[in-house]
């Protein structure tokens, strides 16, 4: 069994900084690709930024220059440090990783969500 366990979120004004963390524990043999995914009320669920296991990251235009992901693959963990906040910002964000267990099952895991709240 796998689980993703996020932490970091809350409420900040605009033009703050948040950092949010991530850590997979469990039946874990690889982990590859992590990402975070974001869902505004109303709204798709749309990519925020993505790192893959020899950390190349990938982003969504509007946190380009604001957002840094990073990943310590040691502990199997991945952060998305957010700044220059806006109110645009506020939504559900949501950790992924696609990851192979010992028992030879690879799939996506998504972790519970973490609130985001930006105040104009």
């Known amino acids: 069994q796998v689980q993703l366990v996020e932490s970091g979120g809350g409420l900040v004004q605009a033009g703050g900084s948040l950092r949010l963390s991530c850590a997979a524990s469990g039946n874990i043999f690889k982990i590859n690709n992590m990402g975070w995914y974001r869902q505004a009320p109303g709204k798709q669920r749309e990519l925020v930024a993505s790192?893959?296991?020899?950390?190349?990251?990938n982003y969504a235009d509007s946190v380009k220059g604001r957002f840094t992901i990073s990943r310590d693959n040691a502990k199997n963990t991945v952060y998305l440090q957010m700044n220059s906040l806006k109110p645009e910002d506020t939504a559900v964000y949501y950790c992924t990783a696609d990851l192979l267990d010992k028992s030879w099952y690879y799939n996506t895991y998504w972790g519970q969500g973490t609130q985001v709240t930006v105040s104009s």
């Open positions: 790192i893959t296991s020899g950390g190349s990251t």
